[in-house]
C-alpha cells in the first residue's frame, strides 16, 4: 500500500467547522470596531483582551464585575427567527447592573455556544451585542463562540455576557441613602429579560402562538415579547455625576418588591404609589391571562419601570428634568421611609 495517502477523520467530521469559526470572526470586526472607545488596546484575536485604565481616564479605580445571560427569552429568538435583539438584552442585563454600583461599564465579553454553528444568525446575535455595547459606551473586546455538536438540539444556542467596568475609588453606591429621598422611576421598555418562563407559560395559556397578533401592541406576539432590554446607563450616569444620587435598583427577577430592598440600608424601606406611572399593555394582558395577583406581579415583573433611582429630596426635580431631557421617561413613584420592605398604595390596573 506504500504511496498510497490515508484519508483520516478530520474535525468537521466529528462536527466542528473551524473555517465556519473563522469567518464569523471576520464577519463581526467591524461591528466590534464601531464599539471602540479610550483605553481599547487590542482588537478581536488573541488570547486575551487588553485594557488600558489610564487610558480610560481613571487614576484610582476600583474594578466592578458582572455577568448575565438572556434566560428563557432566548426560546422566543430561537422558535421565531428572530435572534438580532437578544445581544442587546444580553449587554444590558449585565451593564444595567453595574450602573447600580456608580460604574462605568468600559468593556464586554461574549460567550455564544450552540451544536452547529450557523454564522448568518451567530453574527446577527454578535452585531446585537456590538449595537448595546455601542449604546452604552463599553467597549466589545472578545468573547468566545464554542460549537459543541451532541450538546444542543438542532438551532438551539445559548447566551452569557461578562462586563467590566469602574470607578473612583469613594463613589460607590449606594451611599447615603436617607428617610425621606425621592425615588425616580425610569419607564421599562417591556418585560425586558426576566420572567419568560412564566410569560412562555401564559402565552401558552392563551390558545395563542408567536406568530399570533399581538393581543397588547402592533405586529406579532413574539415580536412584541422580542423588545429588547432599556439601556439606561448613559442618562443614568449622567444623572449620578450630577450630585445627588443616593442608590439605584435595576429591576430585573424578584421586581420591585425584590429589587429595591437590596439597596436600602437596614432599617429603610420603600413606600411606593401605583397610581403614579402607566401599566404598560403586556402587564395588563399577562394580569388577565393568568389571572394573576397583583403581589404576584409586584415580586415577578419590572410592571413597566426598569430603573429605580432614590435621590436627595431637594434634587428631585432637576435629577428628573435631566433624565427626562435625555430620553427617559421619568415617574415621581415614591419615598425611602422607616422600615425594611416594600408597602404599596394604589393598584396596578
Not at 490515508?6 to 474535525?11: L, R
Not at 466542528?16 to 470572526?25: E, M, P, Q, S, T
Not at 438580532?84 to 455556544?113: H, R
Not at 432599556?230 to 421586581?255: K, W
Request: a negative charge.
Amino acid at each position: 500500500m506504500s504511496g498510497q495517502s490515508k484519508n483520516g477523520i478530520t474535525y468537521a467530521d466529528a462536527g466542528v467547522d473551524i473555517d465556519a469559526g473563522n469567518a464569523l470572526v471576520e464577519r463581526i470586526k467591524p461591528a466590534a470596531k464601531r464599539t471602540n472607545r479610550p483605553g481599547v488596546m487590542s482588537g478581536l484575536g488573541g488570547f486575551g483582551a487588553l485594557f488600558d485604565l489610564k487610558g480610560a481616564g481613571y487614576e484610582d479605580p476600583i474594578l466592578v464585575a458582572a455577568t448575565d445571560g438572556v434566560g428563557t427569552k432566548l426560546r422566543i429568538a430561537i422558535d421565531t427567527g428572530h435572534v438580532d435583539g437578544v445581544g442587546i438584552d444580553l449587554v444590558a442585563m449585565c451593564v444595567n447592573d453595574l450602573v447600580c454600583q456608580g460604574a462605568e461599564p468600559l468593556f464586554f465579553l461574549d460567550y455564544f455556544a450552540t451544536g452547529k454553528l450557523d454564522t448568518d444568525t451567530a453574527a446577527r446575535i454578535i452585531e446585537g451585542i456590538a449595537t448595546g455595547c455601542e449604546k452604552s459606551g463599553c467597549a466589545l473586546i472578545g468573547g468566545e463562540t464554542a460549537e459543541m455538536p451532541g450538546m444542543y438540539p438542532p438551532g438551539d444556542f445559548d447566551l452569557a455576557g461578562f462586563a467590566v467596568g469602574a470607578m473612583e475609588r469613594g463613589h460607590d453606591l449606594p451611599a447615603g441613602v436617607v428617610e425621606g429621598d425621592v425615588l425616580l422611576g425610569l419607564a421599562s421598555d417591556g418585560v425586558h429579560s426576566n420572567g419568560y418562563s412564566l410569560v412562555r407559560r401564559l402565552v401558552e395559556q392563551s390558545g395563542l402562538d408567536w406568530e399570533s397578533d399581538c393581543p397588547f401592541a402592533e405586529g406579532t406576539l413574539g415580536a412584541a415579547l422580542l423588545t429588547p432590554t432599556r439601556l439606561y446607563v448613559r442618562p443614568v450616569l449622567e444623572a449620578v455625576r450630577a450630585g445627588g444620587v443616593h442608590a439605584l435598583a435595576h429591576i430585573t427577577g424578584g421586581g420591585l418588591t425584590e429589587n429595591l430592598p437590596r439597596v436600602l440600608p437596614e432599617g429603610l424601606g420603600a413606600s411606593i404609589n401605583l397610581d403614579s406611572w402607566e401599566l404598560p399593555g403586556v402587564f395588563g394582558w399577562m394580569t388577565e391571562t393568568g389571572g394573576m395577583a397583583e403581589s404576584e406581579m409586584l415580586k415577578t415583573f419590572n410592571c413597566g419601570i426598569g430603573m429605580i433611582i432614590a435621590v436627595a429630596a431637594d434634587k428631585a426635580d432637576e435629577i428628573a428634568a435631566m433624565l427626562g431631557e435625555a430620553g427617559e421617561t421619568v415617574a415621581r413613584i415614591g419615598t425611602v421611609v422607616p422600615g425594611k420592605s416594600v408597602s404599596y398604595s394604589g393598584t396596578l390596573l
